[in-house]
């Protein structure tokens, strides 16, 4: 790879960190790309030089993304970010002239850049926040104290996992439902390892609608690969509606078509304690 293109993935990456973090330090730039202090700061400088006020200095060595400015590097969302926070990957995407490959590009939902690097924030330092947060069925804003631990990402959707004091448990909060600034509320008792439903984990056991013929049954079952026509799933119990949700798994399911819903969930007795709705 050109020494161009190599300072354009490093600029691609602090613009990541700055935009969707909060923050970004040569440091940063030094551990992800086994670089010098010395070229790390020379990094920063051209960057700069190339982008004015693109970059707010917070401390000596430490900057932020300003607010009225977009990356001019970085072409990806918070998907590529939270893969990176999971994996520790960075990869500068690259447009080909001519693929013979695509993939569907679904809208994606308003999800506050500030609102995220609070909560990356709070996890790492085990904080409490304060978010003005509304949903379907409470369509104002209403004020809460949670503690997160998690973000997620569930089929297109995004959501945070944590304590939350209003309903004296732990939930999910889709983040696009987030509104205004989340705020440091100081140290939070509650922690991932009280979350039970985060701890454990269970396997889903799906096999084809009984209700479909068996040269149906045996399309299915290539499909998944399957063995004995059954699929074993081991999840999170926190995330197996989310999951059952992608496979269009409807757990009361002759309450829908056996083409339009393919696979059923067998083993629903044994792990319906999980569920959002227990049944």
Request: aromatic share 12%; with cysteine.
């Amino acid at each position: 790879m050109s020494s161009t293109k190599l300072t354009h993935e490093r600029f691609a990456f602090l613009e990541m960190l700055a935009f969707w973090m909060g923050e970004v330090r040569n440091k940063d730039l030094e551990n992800q790309f086994s670089i010098t202090r010395q070229q790390a700061y020379k990094d920063f400088v051209q960057y700069q030089n190339l982008h004015p006020d693109y970059l707010i200095k917070l401390n000596k060595a430490q900057y932020v993304f300003a607010d009225d400015k977009q990356p001019q590097y970085f072409h990806g969302g918070l998907d590529n970010f939270l893969s990176w926070l999971e994996t520790g990957y960075f990869v500068l995407a690259r447009q080909l002239p001519s693929a013979c490959a695509t993939r569907l590009e679904l809208p994606e939902r308003r999800i506050s850049r500030q609102v995220i690097a609070t909560l990356i924030k709070a996890i790492h330092q085990g904080l409490r926040i304060e978010v003005n947060y509304t949903s379907l069925s409470n369509p104002e804003n209403e004020g809460r104290i949670f503690s997160p631990h998690s973000i997620v990402k569930a089929g297109s959707r995004f959501h945070v996992r944590g304590y939350c004091e209003k309903s004296q448990g732990f939930r999910d909060l889709v983040l696009s439902r987030f509104r205004e600034k989340a705020e440091i509320e100081g140290l939070s008792p509650h922690s991932i390892v009280q979350d039970e439903a985060w701890q454990t984990y269970i396997t889903l056991v799906l096999s084809p609608d009984p209700r479909l013929n068996p040269a149906q049954q045996d399309v299915l079952a290539n499909d998944y690969q399957m063995e004995n026509n059954q699929l074993q799933i081991k999840t999170r119990a926190a995330l197996a509606d989310y999951l059952l949700k992608e496979l269009q798994v409807n757990t009361k399911y002759l309450d829908g078509k056996p083409e339009a819903q393919q696979l059923v969930l067998v083993n629903r007795d044994d792990i319906k304690q999980w569920f959002f709705n227990s049944w």
